[in-house]
């Protein structure tokens, strides 16, 4: 089992960048895929970016490609989102979500846990 705590959302200006960190407890956390996702208002849960186990691969959607990347710290069991070039559109609350299958999983439904969320709001 893990534990999923997200921080570091907040309220920035178009253009601007932001980074999300998510901190797992429970000493597995090295050998679970890692993903972000996020949800606006009204919308569908949609994935952003995932990275394998090691850190060595990584995916991402082609809306945030370029602009935002993951990475992960096993030793400190956490894993981040650097957002650049922040977008009204990026506008959602963030999740981080764990599976222990595979990080090219862009479905929620094949994420096992969770975290709460952070809220990012990106200014025009």
């Known amino acids: 089992q893990v534990q999923l705590v997200e921080s570091g959302g907040g309220l920035v200006q178009a253009g601007g960048s932001l980074r999300l960190s998510c901190g797992a407890s429970?000493?597995?956390?090295?050998?679970?895929?890692m993903g972000w996702f996020r949800q606006a208002p009204g919308k569908e849960r949609e994935f952003v970016a995932g990275i394998s186990w090691n850190g060595g691969s990584t995916r991402y959607a082609d809306s945030v490609k370029g602009r935002f990347t993951i990475s992960r710290d096993n030793a400190k069991n956490t894993v981040y989102l650097q957002m650049n070039s922040l977008k009204p559109e990026d506008t959602a609350v963030y999740y981080c979500a764990a599976n222990s299958v595979t990080y090219y999983y862009t479905k929620p439904e094949l994420y096992s846990h969770w975290g709460q969320g952070t809220q990012v709001t990106v200014s025009s």
């Open positions: 429970g000493r597995t956390f090295s050998s679970y895929e």
